[in-house]
């Protein structure tokens, strides 16, 4: 098992990386990630697995009979966010391949097509929306939106799709699919740090807390910055700032998280007075009313502050996904098989991040297991896991996939 996580690891590791940040740029139907799609599929062809991209681009390798129904799938994704670390997504990928390989060395009989997933897209770094495979597949996202989607250099999804040789209208919802399969396991490295302050390598998830993305437009007036005066400004950056500031504060008072990690600016001259910045604000909360709550209040002091400024103001809801809380009978049979087998405690604990899992808990019973992240870092360069608590997460995903397709 160690062998062969190290040896697909290590092909997959330079695929996309930066030499100026040490971070990942795998963004969707780039050439970064065809070169990753290649890699998965090669995966594929080593061991004997049917290989099939459906018509929203996600792979699929299948172990039995694709069309035999009751499947157990595992998997996650190989996309990034910009400058992302090395473990979100391809961990759950390569751990896959590795459960496999390890339950073919146990002799394991399965009585369950097995498979193994590359939704693409689940980032949603070039198109600004998330999880754009699964929710395709899951009827989540209609076909008309995601061709319109735009990246910043305006080119659409549509178009990017086409460019990398696939079918932009064949995308949809994908009903058959999901018929075929009776549960989905996605493991993932922790993005937080529960499991760093616990002896348990390993964790089962119990839920994902509701979350979206909201566009902040502020619009003001272009102007010199060295000649207008401060009274006679109507600078939209300085609501921004106000806005980001409100951000904060209505989160720590809610418990809640509130981020506007992207921003851009317009003329974006250094010596120029915006006449636009527009702001990202990504925000989550353990419940929806929570979340509601938060966000209007964010609105609220923008629209304050861009009145007293001077400033037209507009939010724009980009994305939404309610809370989801996992399956409970496939989670606590997970958790059930993990406690028989694994000589520690498996916690069960919620995350503040999106997955794949999430978005097709509605359509399908899912679940998820965490890896231990020593330092609690996601999306950076500095996102990292031990080696012994990788292997010990293949090991455990190898138990799940037994128990469950096995059984």
């Given amino acids: ?11 997959l590791l330079p695929i996309g990386r930066g030499s100026a940040s040490g971070g990942y740029r795998r963004f969707a139907w780039t050439a970064a990630d ?78 369950r097509p097995l498979a193994v997933v590359n939704f693409g897209d689940e980032e949603g770094a070039r198109f600004g929306l998330a999880c754009v495979g699964s929710r395709l597949t899951a009827g989540q996202l209609t076909p008309e939106q995601a ?15 086409e460019r990398a040789g696939y079918d932009p209208d064949a995308i949809g919802p994908d009903p058959e699919r999901l018929s075929r399969i009776g549960a989905f ?9 529960y499991l ?50 409100a951000a904060r ?12 990690g992207k921003v851009s600016v317009e ?11 527009r702001g990202w604000l990504d925000s989550r ?42 399956a409970h009978r496939l989670r606590d049979e997970v958790a059930g098989l993990l406690a028989e087998r694994r000589p520690y405690q498996v916690p069960v604990l919620p995350t503040g991040a999106g997955h794949d899992a999430g978005i097709l808990s509605a359509a399908i019973p899912t679940t998820m297991l965490f890896v231990r992240n020593p330092t609690g870092i996601s999306h950076s360069p500095a996102e990292s896991a031990l080696e012994d608590d990788c292997l010990a997460g293949v090991a455990a995903l190898a138990d799940v996939l037994e128990g469950l397709a096995c059984g």
Wanted: hydrophobic share 45%; proline share 4%.
């Fill in 185 to 193: 396991v996605e493991l993932h490295i922790e993005q937080g740090r």
């Fill in 267 to 277: 003329p974006n001259g250094v010596n120029a007075i915006p006449s636009l910045v």
């Fill in 1 to 11: 098992m160690s062998a062969t996580f190290h040896q697909m690891w290590a092909e």
């Fill in 285 to 326: 909360a353990a419940d929806e009313e929570t979340l509601a709550a938060v966000v209007a209040g964010i609105e609220r002091a923008a629209l304050e502050w861009g009145e007293r400024d001077g400033i037209d103001v507009a939010v724009t809801r980009e994305s939404f996904t309610p809370l989801v809380e996992f």
């Fill in 34 to 111: 065809a070169d990753c799609r290649a890699w998965f599929q090669a995966q594929a062809q080593a061991r004997g697995l049917t290989y099939e991209v459906d018509h929203n681009g996600n792979q699929w390798a299948w172990l039995g009979d694709p069309a035999a129904g009751d499947a157990v799938v595992t998997g996650s994704h190989l996309d990034s966010v910009p400058d992302g670390g090395a473990f979100d997504g391809p961990l759950g990928v390569v751990s896959a391949f590795a459960a496999l390989d390890e339950l073919r060395l146990r002799g394991a009989m399965l009585n």
């Fill in 249 to 260: 504060a209505q989160a720590r008072a809610a418990r809640a998280l509130a981020t506007f």
């Fill in 196 to 245: 760093a302050e616990t002896p348990s390598p390993v964790g089962v998830a119990s839920a994902i807390w509701p979350h979206g993305r909201w566009r902040f437009d502020f619009r003001g007036e272009a102007n010199h910055a060295g000649t207008t005066r401060i009274e006679d400004r109507r600078d939209p950056m300085l609501t921004y700032a106000n806005t980001v500031l």
């Fill in 147 to 161: 061709r319109k989607l735009r990246d910043d250099d305006e080119v659409t999804l549509a178009q990017a799709m």
